[in-house]
Nanobody, 120 residues
Framework: QVQLVESGGGLVQAGGSLRLSCAAS????????MGWYRQAPGKERELVAT???????TYADSVKGRFAISTDNAKNTLYLQMNSLKPEDTAVYSC??????????????WGQGTQVTVSS
């Protein structure tokens, strides 16, 4: 079992910055990748950024050049630095961890989400 707890959301003006954190606990040794997803009201959940245990990061086109995903393995914490925020970035941001349970199976774990609101 892996537990994920996000923090760092809030209200910010357009052009501002926020840093989200996701603290992982439990059986973290099984984690092969982590990521941030977001869901705006009335919209489907979408991928924001992911990072593998080897440090390879990928980003949605809409956030490239503005957001940066990183990890602090010593603290078992995932971060999302969000710069040049836009009103369309407003959403509930959730942390995800992919846990390898066996050679053929994996499980996704999710945090409870943190609200990010960007005012124009």
């Amino acid at each position: 079992q892996v537990q994920l707890v996000e923090s760092g959301g809030g209200l910010v003006q357009a052009g501002g910055s926020l840093r989200l954190s996701c603290a992982a606990s439990g059986d973290t040794i099984c984690i092969s990748a982590m990521g941030w997803y977001r869901q705006a009201p009335g919209k489907e959940r979408e991928l924001v950024a992911t990072i593998t245990s080897g440090g390879r990061a990928t980003y949605a086109d809409s956030v490239k050049g503005r957001f940066a995903i990183s990890t602090d393995n010593a603290k078992n914490t995932l971060y999302l630095q969000m710069n040049s925020l836009k009103p369309e970035d407003t959403a509930v941001y959730s942390c995800n961890a992919v846990c390898i349970e066996s050679i053929a199976t994996s499980r996704d774990y999710w945090g409870q989400g943190t609200q990010v609101t960007v005012s124009s």
